[in-house]
C-alpha cells in the first residue's frame, strides 16, 4: 500500500474512534437501561470509596498514554489494583482500578499496561495520610493526532465531561492533566512543525473550560514516531512557554518490538518518573506559599 493510502486509512481509523469514544462518553450515565457503556462498566465492581474525596488526574493522549504494554504473571505489584486508586468508567461510575485503565475507552485496540497504575502507587507510597484517594481518569485513544484534541473536537469535549464528571462523582480536585501524545504528528512536517503552538492553546483551553488557570500539565516527551519527524516534535515540547507545564522525558525507555510502543517494564519506570515529578513541582510549591 502506498504512504498517501496508508496515511488516509489511518486518518480514517482515527477518526472512527474518536466518534464513537464522543458516543460513549458525551452520552447521558445510565439510567436503568441496559446500554453499550453500562455492558463495558458490567466486569467492573462499584469502589466503597466512590463518595469520598478525591485527588484526580486526567490521562490523555493516544495509545502510549492508554498502555499497550504486555501484562505478565504474575502481575508486578505497582499494576495491581489498589482500594484507594479509583478510575471513571465510560458510564461515568468510579471503580476499582484495575488494568487495563482504557478498556471501555479506547475500544478499538486492545489495551494493556500504561504509566498510571505505577503513577498512583507511588503517589501514595509518598502521601503524607493514608486517607488519600487518588480517582484517574482515563481518555486516551490511539492513533490521534494533536488537532484531533482542539477545543470542539469530539476527543476534547469528552475529555473535558469526563474531568468535570470526575470532579462532581464524589467531589475531588483535579491535581493534574498526565498528557503523553504526539506519535502520530511525526509523520507530516506540517502537523510537526505546528505542534507547540497546537499544545500551547490545548493547555489554556483545557484550563479554561474546567476552570482551572493554573492547573498542572505533565507531558511525556516522545520516545519514538510514527515518521521522521519526531526531532521536531520532541523539540516543540521542549520549548513549551505555557507556566505549569512539566516534561518528564520518555526517550530511552525501552519499547516493544513495533518500536513505538512502550514496553511494560518501560511503562512501570514511566509511572514513577511522573510521579516523582508531580511530587516534585508540589513540593516546589508549598515552600513558596
Request: aromatic share 6%; charged share 20%; hydrophobic share 45%.
Amino acid at each position: 500500500m502506498k504512504p498517501a493510502a496508508r496515511r488516509r486509512l489511518l486518518l480514517l481509523a482515527s477518526l472512527a474512534a474518536a466518534a464513537l469514544l464522543s458516543f460513549i462518553l458525551l452520552a447521558p450515565p445510565f439510567s436503568g437501561h441496559l446500554s453499550l457503556s453500562s455492558l463495558l462498566l458490567l466486569p467492573f465492581p462499584v469502589s466503597p470509596y466512590a463518595g469520598k474525596p478525591k485527588l484526580l488526574f486526567l490521562l490523555a493522549g493516544q495509545s502510549n498514554m492508554a498502555g499497550r504494554g504486555v501484562a505478565p504473571s504474575p502481575l508486578p505489584p505497582p499494576f495491581r489494583p489498589h482500594p484507594r486508586v479509583l478510575r471513571l468508567a465510560a458510564s461515568r461510575r468510579w471503580v476499582t482500578a484495575a488494568p487495563p485503565l482504557h478498556a471501555d475507552i479506547d475500544t478499538h485496540k486492545a489495551c494493556g499496561l500504561g504509566p498510571a497504575m505505577p503513577f498512583a502507587h507511588r503517589l501514595l507510597l509518598d502521601a503524607a495520610s493514608s486517607d488519600l484517594v487518588l480517582g484517574l481518569v482515563p481518555s486516551a485513544v490511539g492513533g490521534t493526532r494533536i488537532w484531533m484534541w482542539d477545543r470542539g473536537q469530539p476527543l476534547y469535549e469528552a475529555a473535558v465531561a469526563r474531568a468535570r464528571a470526575a470532579v462532581d462523582a464524589g467531589g475531588g480536585t483535579l491535581g493534574a492533566v498526565l498528557w503523553f501524545q504526539g506519535e502520530s504528528d511525526t509523520i507530516e512536517l506540517a502537523d510537526a512543525t505546528a505542534y507547540g503552538g497546537r499544545m500551547e492553546r490545548l493547555v489554556n483551553d483545557f484550563r479554561a473550560d474546567l476552570g482551572v488557570p493554573n492547573l498542572l500539565f505533565i507531558q511525556v516527551g516522545l520516545a519514538s514516531g510514527e515518521g521522521n519527524y519526531t526531532d521536531i516534535v520532541r523539540e516543540a515540547q521542549r520549548n513549551i512557554k505555557v507556566p505549569n507545564v512539566i516534561l518528564v522525558d520518555a526517550m530511552g525507555l525501552p519499547l516493544r518490538d513495533d518500536e513505538l510502543h512502550l514496553s511494560t517494564e518501560a511503562q512501570l519506570q514511566l509511572g514513577d518518573m511522573l510521579a516523582q515529578a508531580y511530587l516534585k513541582f508540589n513540593s516546589s510549591t508549598d515552600s513558596r506559599q
